[in-house]
């Protein structure tokens, strides 16, 4: 359309919408106060994003995520702090239909590894709408550009914003501007407003008097409200484009921070900003190494996956690499008064862990050592209690929390043993990267954070509360072999002291004593499946001071389902950590056998590729069912270069079979290349849970520089 005609029918599009809009109520405060009760958006995320900076600066402290066609949860100022539910685009023609973007039809483009498009188109062919989302560097802002292509006239569109501040949806309030609109909790501002400017703008209450009411029941805005205050509010506002067919683009802008200082700053030259945004990634993923004779789709995850792991980090707390920019199953998950759902936007030392080796073995040396110092910085100190798990009664210093928000501040209080054998394989990941003259220093820093950790181990475990599903107590040969390893890995660090030796008299007692070692303890002999002989996923689950008897036939309870189940029925592949770690050769005879029996148990070969569930009678998932998980088919594949080291296997065998799960991880990933946490078995697509997890993308990771040095790189015990 020409700029002359397209000024011409704007000017008597908006005559006659600024006629109609008189016959509409106007008023100042919205009824229905204060709306439904909260929840949050869909976890299946094809997108997530921030301005990438050099880990030492927080001048752009906005992330923001992407699903089913829409914006969703969007994070300020730090990423674990959800400030916005979701934001899309509702269309009518005002008279015959209603439909809103997230009920369209969804095409995803992965425009480079930081770059998404995402195009909703209807159904009947009369309207498309296209999305590319990026953020501003130096400023809280997050830029929508968006094209819109009208096929009939008299199409409208509405942007409907639903903020939750300060991660709830309680006491918002909400305020009509002559930009936009303006949300507020306390010292917490949002400014949402378009380049295209709004026809007709109101806010209300959700589920009252917020515009999706109007529209959807009448196809146009009835009700225009100026003022919504203390409750759950959204607002509306009609795009400002002509309502005859054509091709109409426009930016949406959502910033946080003083509403004086956005408007100085007001953003003019859209598409620097995006070149700015683009190259932000660029430069960092050009510092970082790359797999050998990867194929263009193996690459293009690979790159999306370390651009996915570092979107993770914290700002204004460096190192803190959360789980995940998503809450599984969000748009159940309801808000009760007070209360903060974490989702996974927290920190878990485990996954800390393997997003760290990730990108450790990636180049990205400065990454995991920031990642290091946060969890020296959350580690349970002298006075901080203790874990009352009668008849034992564990002092928590040394200890790590279960999870925490970035300010380390516990979200749950689990003890998990795991997590804190971690840190200590992480400082030796770290090390053996770091130059010989500079070892000394690196030692002396994390000293304390080292040796109290390996007492706390030595004098606790390898006993754990929780194993790293997060949910039996007892023996599990899991946790068993991060602890362990540590131990080793203690003796390594201090060497000729008998410190050191302490620690490996430790673990070779856990190891090998007669009738009192790993095996003895959960390598059962009368098991329900196959000949009987596996290793079990949990022994000693009856009572916290239980025998370690894996044949006594003791039941273990099912957190997730509160079913009670024999302890022999029970797989998972935690034994496999033995020799991912180096406690066992990949040869072991019981771990041949016990990953035989598993894989025809709990694997499943779906469209996209083979996948196992976590553990037989798992019910986390949709309808009370636990699916297959992508990360653990990353194990697999590294336990076959485990057997090539010991000679079990050829390189060529190892290949078919890496090669498989590499393809798997590229059918499990979603049209945005984000690896979820969980897929359904018939279709290989990710579940509610959590997409992306950043685990699953670390594990991407592992596997192709474990192919690449023929070694599996999370050994460093051989």
């Known amino acids: 359309m020409k700029t002359k005609n397209f000024l011409a029918s704007l000017f008597v599009l908006s005559s006659i919408t600024l006629a109609a809009a008189s016959t509409h109520q106007i008023s100042g405060e919205a009824s229905g106060a204060p709306g439904i009760q909260g929840s949050w958006s869909s976890a299946k995320k094809v997108q997530v994003g921030t301005y990438n900076e050099d880990g030492r600066s927080a001048n752009s402290p906005l992330w923001f995520t992407l699903a089913e066609g829409t914006l969703t949860e969007v994070y300020y100022p730090t990423i674990d702090q959800g400030q916005v539910k979701d934001s899309q685009f509702l269309v009518s023609d005002g008279r015959t239909f209603f439909q809103q973007e997230r009920d369209l039809k969804h095409k995803v483009e992965v425009l480079s590894p930081s770059l998404v498009k995402i195009t909703n188109q209807d159904f009947s062919g009369r309207y498309k709408i296209s999305h590319t989302f990026y953020t501003l560097k130096d400023s809280a802002t997050l830029v929508d550009e968006v094209e819109v292509q009208t096929n009939i006239n008299g199409i409208h569109i509405y942007l409907l914003t639903n903020p939750q501040l300060n991660n709830t949806a309680a006491k918002d309030s909400a305020a009509v501007t002559n930009d936009g609109f303006l949300f507020s909790e306390n010292r917490t501002q949002l400014s949402v407003s378009t380049s295209a400017g709004f026809r007709q703008k109101s806010v209300g209450f959700v589920g009252s008097s917020d515009g999706y009411q109007d529209i959807s029941r009448h196809y146009q805005m009835n009700n225009l409200f100026t003022t919504a205050t203390n409750g759950n509010v959204a607002s509306t506002g009609e795009i400002e484009i002509p309502q005859t067919a054509g091709t109409y683009h426009f930016y949406v802008t959502y910033s946080f921070g003083d509403l004086v200082k956005l408007k100085a700053k007001k953003l003019t030259d859209y598409n620097q900003a ?47 690499f959360i789980a995940s920019l998503s809450i599984p199953w969000g748009e159940s998950q ?33 990454a995991a050592l920031r990642a290091l110092r946060f969890l020296k910085k959350i580690q349970y100190k002298e006075g901080a209690g203790t874990w009352n798990l009668n008849p034992r009664i564990i002092p928590k210093a040394g200890a790590w929390p279960q999870n925490t928000w970035v300010t380390g501040r516990t979200y749950w209080e689990g003890f998990q043993l795991d997590q804190t054998a971690f840190p200590i394989h992480l400082f030796y990941h770290i090390l053996l990267k770091t130059p010989t003259a ?13 040796t109290s950790a390996l007492n706390f181990i030595s004098t606790y475990g390898p006993w754990t509360h929780q194993e790293r599903w997060e949910e039996n107590f007892g023996i599990s040969p899991s946790s068993f072999s991060a602890a362990t390893a540590a ?3 203690g003796s390594k660090i201090y060497p000729s002291t008998a410190y050191g030796q302490y620690m490996l008299d430790t673990a070779n007692h856990w190891l090998y004593t007669p009738n009192d070692n790993i095996d003895t303890w959960t390598f ?66 019981e771990v041949k056998a016990s990953k035989a029996i598993l894989d025809r148990q709990i694997s499943y070969v779906s469209p ?49 079979e890496t090669n498989t799960i590499v393809d798997s991880f590229l059918g499990f990933a979603n049209s945005g290349l984000m690896i979820p946490e969980q897929v359904f078995e018939n ?35 051989k």
């Not at 190259?279 to 999306?304: E, H, M």
């Not at 309808?623 to 390189?651: M, V």
């Not at 990710?686 to 999370?714: D, F, M, R």
């Open 608 to 656: 996209k590729g083979r996948g196992w569930y976590r553990y037989s009678f798992d019910a986390y998932g949709e309808e009370g069912k636990g699916r297959l998980w992508p990360l653990l088919s990353g194990e697999h594949a590294r336990f076959a270069i485990e057997r090539f080291s010991a000679n079990d296997l050829s390189w060529n065998d190892v290949l078919k």
């Open 438 to 450: 500079d070892r000394g220093a690196l030692i002396a820093e994390f000293q304390p954070m080292l």
């Open 487 to 489: 131990l080793i890995i």
């Open 274 to 320: 995006k070149n700015d945004y683009v190259l932000s990634w660029t430069n960092y993923l050009n510092t970082l190494k790359v797999p050998k004779n990867l194929s263009a789709p193996q690459l293009l995850l690979y790159l999306r996956s370390l651009y996915t792991l570092r979107c993770h980090e914290d700002k204004l707390n460096p190192g803190a």
């Open 683 to 717: 279709s290989g697509e990710g579940t509610g849970s959590a997409t992306p997890l950043a685990w699953s993308h670390a594990e991407y990771i592992k596997l192709l520089w474990s192919v690449e040095n023929k070694k599996n790189i999370e050994n460093v015990l």
């Open 524 to 589: 059962t002999t009368n098991g329900s499946y196959g000949d009987g002989r596996y290793y079990l996923r949990m022994a000693g689950g009856s009572s916290y001071d239980a025998n370690w008897n894996p044949n006594d036939n003791s039941s273990i309870h099912i957190a997730n389902s509160s079913q009670s189940i024999p302890q022999g029925k029970v797989l998972d592949q935690g034994f496999l950590q033995l020799v991912l770690l180096g406690l066992k050769p990949g040869n072991s005879p």
């Open 334 to 366: 309801k808000e009760s008064p007070n209360q903060e759902i974490g989702g996974y936007h927290l920190i878990w030392p485990r996954d800390l862990f393997n997003v760290s080796v990730a990108l450790l073995n990636s180049g990205d040396y400065p």
